[in-house]
Each structure stands twice: as C-alpha cells, then as structure tokens.
Antibody, heavy 127, light 112 residues
C-alpha cells in the first residue's frame, strides 16, 4: 500500500524559506524509475507542478520557480524535501507530494503522471 | 494562464454524456506528448483518472474515457452521476517551457 504525507509549517512570513517534507511508504526511491513530485494549488485556483526528483537524483523544476526551489531526497528515511525561498503571499497554497505513476504493462511514461497523492498541507504566507 | 487550455466549466444532467477538452499546441500535445487526467472532488487531493491519453487505472469506472487528436485531448464522461461533480485537470509536457510537467487550468463539472 502506497501512502504519502506532507509535513511542514502552516504559516510562514514573507521573505522566509519554506521547507516541506514528504514522507512516503510502500515504495523505495532507490528503485529504478521511481520519482516523487510536488504540486501546489492556491485557494480556488488550478494545480501547478513545482518539482520532481527521480531515483537517480535527477531533478526537474518548474521553469518559473526554478530559482527558488530545491528538491532533495533521503532514501534511507523515505523522504523528499522541498525548499522554497523568498516566500510571498501569492505562494499561499495547498502543497501536495505525489508519486510517479507506473504501468505494469508499459512501464514508466516519458511524461510522468502522478498516481498516488498525499492529503496536502495548506501553507499560508502572511506577516 | 496555462499552455493547456480547458473550459472553465461544463455541465450536464444525470445520465448524459459530457466532454472536457484540453487544447494545446505543437510544443505539447501536438508534439506527441502524452496527456493525463485527474479528478479533484471538493476538499480532497487530486485523483488520477486517465493516464497515457486513454488508459484507466484500476478502479476507475469505464464511464470515463480519454482520447487525443492533433493538438487536443478530451475526457469523456458517460452516464453522468451526481458524484462526478468535481474539478478535472489535464496534464502533459511542454517542450518550450524546459520544465517537466504542466497542468491545464482545470474544468469544473456541474451535474444539474
């Protein structure tokens, strides 16, 4: 059974750095092809993909946020950490982590999709 | 604005068929990149609905189907049910953004 859960502060001040942790179970980030991503959703708005890290430590970032994001993994702890610098009120959102989908017949798709999601954590940016 | 355009809202009566479009361009859907679809019920995390343009994960009813043609993709829902009322998002990749994934703007489905 695959589960993911996000944790971190619910409130951060403008200009601060946000650190979120995704703790997962049911798979290993040391297995070939596996990936974990972060997606956020401002209140009442659409989903926005942020970052993705793969088993081989390949990291991908949203071009519009790349300068502010860092994604890392701790395979031994089954955790993925996302940091976002210089937080602004517009960054107020629910932040989700999700696992890269895998099809038993066709394997991994070149365009990753997310098959298991955490419940999300609401982060508010306010002074 | 996303590079993947979805209608903000669609609606249908119970039992009817509705479709949700996801319109892209030659740098994303038109370039052959796969499209995936998610359903987000109110107050919950998104759920994978369709992957690889037309594949349903285990447990997703066959009332949901996906297709892709040219620079667009579509999600069709037949036999509409009240529980289908949710937001729906398409997702793909855009080569001009040098990123790795992109979501559409989302479509709110209302069951009348």
């Amino acid at each position: 059974q695959i589960t993911l859960k996000e944790s971190g502060p619910t409130l951060v001040k403008p200009t601060q750095t946000l650190t979120l942790t995704c703790t997962f179970s049911g798979f290993s980030l040391s297995t070939s092809g596996v990936g974990v991503g972060w997606i956020r959703q401002p209140p009442g708005k659409a989903l926005e993909w942020l970052a993705l890290i793969y088993w081989d430590d390949d990291k991908r970032y949203s071009p519009s946020l790349k300068s502010r994001l860092t994604i890392t993994k701790d395979t031994s702890k089954n955790q993925v950490v996302l940091t976002m610098t210089n937080m602004d009120p517009v960054d107020t959102a629910t932040y989700y982590c999700a696992s890269r989908g895998y099809d038993i017949l066709t394997g991994y798709y070149r365009v990753p999709y997310f098959d298991y999601w955490g419940q999300g954590t609401l982060v508010t940016v306010s002074s | 604005q996303s590079v993947l355009t979805q209608p903000p809202s669609v609606s249908g009566a119970p039992g009817q068929r509705v479709t949700i479009s996801c319109t892209g361009s030659s740098s994303n859907i038109g370039a052959g990149y796969d499209v995936h679809w998610y359903q987000q019920l109110p107050g919950t995390a998104p759920k994978l609905l369709i992957y690889g343009n037309s594949n349903r994960p285990s447990g997703v009813p066959d009332r949901f189907s996906g297709s892709k043609s040219g620079t667009s993709a579509s999600l069709a829902i037949t036999g509409l049910q009240a529980e289908d009322e949710a937001d729906y998002y398409c997702q793909s990749y855009d080569s001009s953004l040098s990123g790795h994934a992109v979501f559409g703007g989302g479509t709110q489905l209302t069951v009348l």
